[in-house]
């Protein structure tokens, strides 16, 4: 059974689009977040999310704006694409602070 | 920036123990430390935590020195299936609830067979 799903697992689309990447946690988990890996395999926090409140907003264009619906879905909405933003997107859930549960990731490639 | 300093790759045969040092010098007396690991194209995998105790579960062990200003990561009978990018974290404890994870360039591990 998947535990943190991602959806879709690739998404090329060309500059100046709008996209959406889903993200589901099957877990029961409270706290949610969205973090960036970059082609030097960076991999930065962009988001947190606690009972559907936003905990962490990292430093990332207000392009980017994450959207909870309910505690098990947070999704990550992407405005006015750049080439910058090809990258592998993960989402992860906590349970209890200390561990984190990623998902399978979504590489981003903008044309 | 990440507070932790990691060697960039290691190699360790099949079946024997990989141990994984990471320098933390500057941790504070409430900051954990953490291991995850990455393996190639997949979500990073929580591994184990400490704060000062020496840790155990079915993955790893995790050792901490008194002053806690370095650890080791065991693993204790490493497979082909643990050749991954390993990184070593520093991090608040739960009353920092804003704290977050920060990801250094980790330890490439590669088993060997």
């Known amino acids: 059974d998947t535990a943190v799903s991602q959806t879709p697992k690739y998404l090329v689309t060309q500059m100046g689009n709008d996209k959406s990447i889903k993200c589901e946690q099957n877990l029961g988990h409270d706290t949610m977040y969205w973090y960036k890996q970059d082609s030097k395999k960076f991999l930065k926090i962009m988001f947190s999310?606690?009972?559907?409140?936003?905990?962490i907003n990292e430093t990332v264009p207000n392009r980017f704006s994450p959207k909870s619906p309910d505690k098990a879905h947070l999704n990550l909405h992407i405005n006015s694409l750049e080439l910058g933003d090809s990258a592998v997107y993960f989402c992860a859930s906590s349970p209890d602070y200390y561990e984190q549960y990623f998902g399978p990731g979504t590489r981003l490639t903008v044309t | 920036d990440a507070k932790t300093t990691q060697p960039t790759s290691m190699d360790c045969a099949e079946g024997r123990a990989a141990n994984l040092p990471c320098n933390h010098s500057t941790i504070s007396g409430n900051e954990y430390v953490y291991w995850y690991r990455q393996i190639h194209s997949q979500g990073p995998q929580y591994i184990i935590h400490g704060l000062k105790n020496n840790e155990t579960n079915e993955m790893a062990s995790l050792i901490i020195t008194e002053d806690r200003k370095s650890s080791t990561l065991i693993l204790p009978h490493a497979t082909l299936r643990d050749t991954a990018v390993y990184y070593c974290i520093v991090r608040g404890n739960e009353h920092y609830r804003d704290d977050k994870i920060i990801f250094g360039k980790g330890t490439r591990l590669h088993i060997l067979p």
């Open positions: 999310y606690n009972n559907k409140e936003l905990i």
